[in-house]
């Protein structure tokens, strides 16, 4: 967003101040002596792994090469992760799916959907994904149903991260700039209209960066199906290891292919913003921290206010958002309204002039506050 | 209402909740602790603190929670004899609040982060133009704020180490929600249904208090500027 501004100007760092000749040498020291602790301590794991109390050396290579040859990957890792990428991205649409329809049944005018679709919502978010998982490994299995587990593993992530996928969307709405929902309604569309057609699309295209983050959550959470006998790539590298007596090994390796695929999803949904800014009017958000329980805050805002600053740490952050909003559930009630008459809503200027004086209302904000920071609404 | 009153009067249910609140307890204080010094190493002028504190974050955060439990159990313990305790429950305990610890530290360190990140550029000048040294500056202006700060994202990380303390069980705690949960449906696959609601609406009755006493202390203690 406008953070790119102002990055050039700042300096890189605020705790301490550009160190001289003298402090340079000195964090040069202190820095080969962190280093040299921290290869002690490799050192000292690479010790225990080697020569463990009464065990085995971990690292004699007739342990790592079953982890680590052809068979294994053919045999037991890809067909793991085979299994692993199917439940999450059945999951991932599945959610999608299920929180789109709660998350605009919580927006909708009609208050008794408003209340089911929140129930609902609060009830999944509130529960762990195990338990869901347990129970519905348990009751598929009574009822004969082919592949429980699988089954199982996908309706519980679909439950949990549909339930964060609707406040996703609830949130995306709430962000939205009040003028777009005042745009429409005074184009003659119902409210359902400006939501169906206006707002909850612009919303959707926000979450995606979101919905993406999310898609790492789903992965990661995918391995509790080992838990159920679900036969995932944490699963599979149980059995090989049982089979050589070699678990720790498997599992370092089962680890490492989880990492690399997580953290390249990762570095997906840091570039999306960028893209998905262009189409809508609200924040294209990165991280998916909807409310996890019900009544508790989000801290959507405020992780969003702090990645303005991602180039300029410790530089503190423009409130962009208004100070109900902050530290309170993703989107209030009324929330838009309050900032309008408050005169926060940067969207409209004439907002933020108090009509009895003629001046800005927040005319005590430091300089190259706020008004600079989003230069394009002055 | 019989099954229900036939299963509290059969199975200690409250003993599990109360063994999820420990494991929950212990691993918050010590993810607070580690996130902490995680946190001043990733804002400290030593760069190989700064590459060290980042890559236990970006470790932490693309890996399976599920995955270092059983690690806990079958690598450290079976293979590393890694040991706290003779007791096998007692030292599978401490080995999962190990876990937790260690995976809830990087989410903890994000959270502080975030805090920090709203801390005015006016206070470290401050503290700077005062003398300050880095240490004195971070302990005494700084981090003080910043906890107040992200009391709603470090309630948020309470919230879901709550949730993920279940995941005990992989690392073979037997006495805990989910692995008395599947035991007792095992027991009494006729009264399946209830067994779910109980523990179920036992989270909810944990979770919701914790919530809101995030939201009103996030409210109370926020730095007002």
New interface residues.
């Given amino acids: 967003m406008t953070s790119k501004h102002n990055a050039a100007s700042a300096s890189s ?5 550009q ?1 001289g000749p003298k402090g340079r040498r000195r ?1 040069m020291v ?3 002596v ?2 040299a602790v ?1 290869a002690v301590v490799v050192v000292l794991v690479l010790l ?2 080697h020569n ?4 085995e050396n ?1 690292l004699d290579w007739a342990l790592w090469k079953p982890a680590l040859e052809a068979e294994a990957w053919t045999d037991f890792y890809l067909p793991g992760l085979w299994m692993t990428v199917k439940a999450s991205v059945l999951a991932v649409i599945g959610s999608v799916a299920f929180g789109l329809v709660f998350g605009i049944g919580r927006l909708l005018p009609n208050v008794a959907l408003r209340v089911i679709s929140g129930a609902v919502v ?2 999944c978010r ?6 869901l998982m ?2 519905f490994w ?2 598929f299995a ?1 009822a004969g149903i082919q592949e429980a587990s699988y089954w199982a593993v996908v309706l519980a992530l679909v439950l949990y991260n549909g339930s964060v996928v609707a406040e996703l969307v609830r949130s995306g709405v709430g962000n939205l700039p009040c003028g777009q929902r005042e745009a429409s309604l005074a184009l003659g569309l119902t409210q359902t209209q400006s939501l169906m057609q206006v707002e909850v699309p612009q919303a959707i295209v926000a979450m995606l960066p979101a919905a993406v983050t999310q898609l ?1 959550v789903v ?6 199906g ?2 159920i006998m679900y036969t995932d790539l ?1 699963q599979e590298s ?1 059995r090989l ?1 049982s089979m050589y007596f070699n ?2 090994q498997t ?2 390796v ?2 490492v292919v ?2 690399i695929v ?2 390249l999803l ?1 570095r997906l949904a840091e570039w999306l913003p960028s893209r998905m800014q262009r189409m809508t009017a609200a924040p294209a958000e990165l991280e998916p ?1 909807a ?9 959507v805002n ?2 969003a ?2 990645k303005e ?1 991602e180039e300029r ?5 423009p409130r962009q958002y208004h100070v109900h909003h902050r ?3 993703a989107s209030i009630r009324n929330w838009r309204q309050s900032r309008y008459e408050q005169g926060y809503d940067e969207t409209h200027p004439e907002s933020q002039i108090d009509p009895r004086t003629g001046k800005r209302y927040r005319d005590e904000l ?1 300089e190259g506050g706020e008004s600079a920071a989003r230069p394009e609404s002055e | 209402m019989d099954s229900f009153l036939m299963l509290f009067s059969e199975y200690d249910v409250l003993h599990a909740f109360l063994v999820n609140i420990e494991l929950t307890l212990w691993s918050a204080l010590f993810s607070m602790l580690l996130g902490t010094v995680l946190v001043m190493m990733r ?1 400290s ?5 700064r590459a ?1 504190a980042g890559g236990y974050v ?2 932490f ?7 270092i439990m ?2 806990m159990v ?2 450290a313990f ?4 890694l040991s706290f305790s003779d007791v096998f429950a007692t030292n599978f305990f401490w080995l999962a609040v190990c876990g937790l610890s260690l995976y809830t530290a990087a989410f903890v360190c994000e ?1 502080l ?2 805090g ?10 401050a503290a ?1 133009a005062l003398g300050l ?2 240490m004195q ?2 302990t005494q202006i ?1 981090l003080p704020q910043a906890f107040r ?5 470090l ?2 990380t309470l ?2 180490l709550l ?2 303390s ?2 005990a ?2 690392a073979s705690v037997s006495t805990e ?2 692995s008395l ?2 035991e007792m ?2 027991y009494h ?1 006729d009264v ?1 249904v209830s067994i ?1 609601l109980i ?2 609406f036992g ?2 009755i944990l ?2 208090p ?3 006493l ?2 009103y202390l ?2 109370k203690l ?1 730095v007002r500027r």
């Fill in positions: 760092s605020v705790l301490f101040d160190p964090i202190l820095n080969w962190a280093a921290f225990r792994l463990p109390p009464d065990g971990q609060e009830f509130a529960v762990p994904v195990l338990l347990i129970f348990r009751w009574f790492v992965l990661k959470d995918t391995a509790l080992s838990i944490l149980r290891g678990i720790l599992l370092v089962a680890g989880y990492f997580c953290w990762s921290l409310p996890i329980a019900a009544g508790d805050p989000s801290n405020q992780i206010v702090a600053v740490p410790l530089r503190g952050t530290g309170t559930n430091p | 804002i002028p030593i760069s190989s603190l060290v970006e470790f955060k693309n890996m399976p929670l599920t995955i059983v690690f079958l690598g079976a293979q590393l004899k959270s982060r975030s920090i990140n709203t801390v005015p550029l006016g206070q470290a000048e700077r040294n880095f500056s971070a700084i700060g992200s009391v709603a994202p309630g948020n919230i879901a949730k993920n279940t995941v069980a992989a929600t989910s949960m599947s449906i095992e696959p399946i779910f523990f179920a989270y909810v979770i919701i914790i919530g809101m995030t939201t996030s409210n926020a």
